[in-house]
């Protein structure tokens, strides 16, 4: 179970300049140049330089580090030092060893009854697959699938999960007209996002395609930010939603899942959880309508 918030220090809203300089940054006082979220920019951040970090860190080990020790190197350099984030509703300073916890547990109890009913849990924009890897321990005897842009991660979850044939990871691309990985994926499937939609601004092809595949999915999950749920009538909600707007990060998600006639929320929350106070992520659990 998640550990209570209340024993790590809440941070005000008037000292979040202190933990961030993303308060400076949205309210224009530090230069900041906006991204254009294309896949140059996926494979320029993503595939050159942060999971070529750890395949790099990986080989350099000689192949002795886990997805789990790698997870946590990508996340912070020292999983011990308090950072600003995010957790049930509130902004507080915690450890990223924490925040990495509370993640895990929240996607569990949020999961653990589909799981139970899927045979495949496939998870897109899954970096190496060291949230599909954290799962697997938890739920035995499933399969994991991810799919992910870039060919470091992809090359590294090949090389951390070369003995263990259940988990694997294959090139995929979210703006693709079908995805293989669900193709070839067993039914029943679960199908996960975490922090990867959030590199589409727009997720209406994306549900598009996943609908092609009604018929195997019994149930999605997502936790990424919620622009939509964003209350723009308190200052943290609007500073929340222009921090989305100009990392040209996804924007209607939730609005969309909750739009469309083929798919029936089961649960919705924001400001779950955060790796830092702008970036406050949102879950929703939902399925295909009869
Ligand atoms: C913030 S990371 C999240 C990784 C992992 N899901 C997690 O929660 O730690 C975003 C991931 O989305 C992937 N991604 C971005 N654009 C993508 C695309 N068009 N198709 C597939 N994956 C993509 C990135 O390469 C990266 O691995």
Same mark, same amino acid.
């Given at each position: 179970m998640a550990s209570a918030p209340q024993s790590f220090a809440p941070i005000d809203l008037n000292d979040l300049p202190r933990w961030s300089t993303w308060s400076a940054r949205l309210l224009g006082l530090e230069t900041f140049e906006q991204p254009v979220r294309t896949q140059s920019k996926i494979d320029e951040e993503y595939g050159r330089v942060k999971w070529q970090a750890c395949l790099d860190a990986w080989r350099t080990s000689g192949g002795k580090l886990d997805a789990d020790q790698l997870r946590a190197s990508y996340y912070a350099s020292d999983p011990s030092a308090l950072r600003p984030a995010v957790y049930h509703g509130k902004l507080l300073a915690a450890p990223a060893s924490q925040i990495m916890a509370w993640y895990d547990d929240l996607l569990a109890e949020w999961m653990t009854a589909a799981i139970g009913r899927a045979t495949t849990i496939v998870e897109l924009g899954a970096g190496f697959g060291h949230i599909l890897w954290a799962l697997r321990r938890r739920f035995p005897g499933k399969q994991w699938r991810g799919g992910e842009y870039t060919a470091s991660a992809v090359e590294l979850a090949a090389g951390l999960y070369? @003995?263990?044939?259940d988990i694997s990871v294959e090139r995929f691309d979210?703006?693709?007209?079908?995805y293989a990985v669900l193709e070839r994926a067993a039914a029943p499937v679960v199908v996960l996002t975490s922090q990867a939609l959030e590199q589409i601004p727009d997720a209406r092809g994306t549900l598009d395609t996943l609908a092609k595949y009604r018929d195997k999915i019994i149930a999605g999950f997502h936790i990424e930010p919620a622009y939509d749920l964003q209350? @723009?009538?308190t200052l943290l909600g609007q500073m929340r939603r222009r921090y989305l707007e100009i990392n040209d990060y996804n924007r209607n998600l939730f609005g969309e899942l909750r739009r469309r006639p083929e798919i029936r929320v089961l649960r919705m929350e924001q400001d779950v959880i955060g790796w830092n106070p702008f970036n406050s992520l949102g879950m929703a659990h939902w399925e295909f309508a009869a």
């Open positions: 070369a @003995t263990h044939p979210f703006y693709d007209s079908r209350d @723009t009538s």
